[in-house]
């Protein structure tokens, strides 16, 4: 192995080398700088490996514990939170939103309901008014603008990834019906009892293991202006209002944030594990966290289109169940087309394949250029697949 190479950590199955082996050649090969990667199998875990570095000047090797902002990885624990609600009955999927909070209706949007919030359908991709980051951090802020504002199209008809908004809007329904924010709700009902090394946002005494996110390449000014010249309003809302990136998501600010559509924090393993949970029917670990079918539910699609916001970056379209993304014809999570997951901006997913019993989860912190399906990704998910 080269010097430029760094050793991998961990263990993996005999079954399992092809998932060594594309773990190893991210570093060769595509240019990883820091990552971990686990695979289960029936909720047994097969594979563990991490390696590299946990920051730009290579001071801080990755450890078995180095945590890493995973950006819209975090989409579906969030998810999970309202789906442990809709099973317990405290949560009607098929209810308006403004049932639980009733500012909501406003501006139209009285036939908005939970499912099209968890579904990216409720027309509320970005917020229309310019909102900075500061304001991003605030909670109670950012909801009040979403409940007061007119839908980009309208709800129900069509998708449109909402990238930041998605965690405030399920978030917030999760809050009315609980009482609490959808972080301390997950960590009181799912990762704490499960022992899940995953927050939103991130403690201040866990800043020491958390790794360094470093940016993508940066296009030039004018492929920048040519890039967005091709978005419409409701995409350009979406992904830049506010703009965040590795150095933002570093700042003791974002970490301190709740942003559950971006700044949930973990490693590897948590991020398996969660997404365990989907691939184990609503069980991981020997504990049951959702009856069999309210997790089957998670992934009842919702109408396959061309993505409102995402559309231009893909050449097929896609379809977003409640919560995840379906694998679909693509096969972005893999050859099951009921498989489901989420990617992260730059890099991170988790799948689930309860068809197969397998769930991984990736996470490094060399971001790349794409808000999903990275080689890098793509890789691990071929090598999984090829071992079953």
């Known amino acids: 192995m080269s010097e430029h190479v760094p050793q991998v950590h961990g263990h993996c199955d005999a079954r399992f080398t092809a998932v060594r082996a594309a773990f190893e050649e991210n570093f060769r090969e595509r240019d990883e700088l820091g990552a971990a990667v686990t695979v289960t199998v029936d909720g047994v875990t097969v594979a563990d490996l991490w390696g590299g570095w946990a920051d730009a000047a290579h001071t801080r090797p990755w450890e078995r514990d180095t945590l890493v902002n995973v950006w819209s990885t975090t989409k579906g624990p969030v998810a999970l939170c309202a789906h442990v609600l809709a099973d317990r009955g405290l949560l009607d999927l098929d209810a308006p939103v403004a049932v639980y909070w009733p500012e909501f209706a406003a501006a139209g949007k009285e036939k908005v309901l939970v499912r099209h919030l968890l579904s990216h359908r409720a027309g509320l991709a970005g917020l229309r008014e310019p909102h900075s980051l500061e304001q991003l951090y605030d909670w109670e802020l950012t909801v009040a603008r979403l409940a007061a504002m007119e839908p980009w199209w309208e709800p129900g008809t069509r ?11 399920v978030g917030e329904v999760v809050r009315r019906v609980s009482g ?5 709700f997950l ?5 704490g009892p499960l022992g899940v090394d995953f927050t939103v946002g991130l403690p201040e005494k866990e800043a020491g293991r958390a790794a360094e996110l470093v940016h993508p390449p940066v296009a030039s000014a004018s492929e920048q202006a040519a890039i967005f010249s091709q978005l419409a309003p409701v995409a350009l809302a979406a992904l830049t209002n506010p703009v965040a990136g590795a150095a933002e ?9 709740e942003i559950p559509a ?9 991020v398996a594990a969660l997404y365990g949970i989907f691939a184990g029917r609503g069980s991981f670990g020997g504990r049951r966290v959702l009856s069999v079918e309210a997790a089957e539910r998670m992934r009842e699609g919702q109408g396959s289109c061309r993505d409102l916001v995402l559309g231009a970056g893909f050449a097929h379209d896609t379809e977003v169940a409640l919560g995840l993304w379906l694998s679909g014809p693509n096969g972005s999570y893999g050859p099951n087309p009921r498989a489901f997951g989420h990617d992260g901006f730059g ?7 309860p068809e197969a019993g397998v769930s991984l989860g990736y996470v490094m912190n060399r971001m790349g250029p794409h808000i999903a399906d990275d080689p890098r990704k793509t890789a ?7 071992a079953l």
Do not use: K
Request: charge should be negative; hydrophobic fraction near 40%; glycine fraction near 14%.
């Open 262 to 270: 971006a700044n949930g924090h973990g490693t590897a393993r948590a």
């Open 249 to 257: 998501a570093n700042s003791p600010q974002w970490r301190a944030a």
């Open 187 to 191: 960590e009181r009902e799912v990762t």
């Open 159 to 169: 998708s449109g990834y909402h990238a930041l908004t998605y965690g405030f809007l």
């Open 347 to 353: 890099g991170s997913c988790g799948l689930a394949d």
């Open 380 to 386: 691990l998910i071929e090598a999984l697949y090829s």
């Open 180 to 184: 609490l924010l959808p972080g301390a």
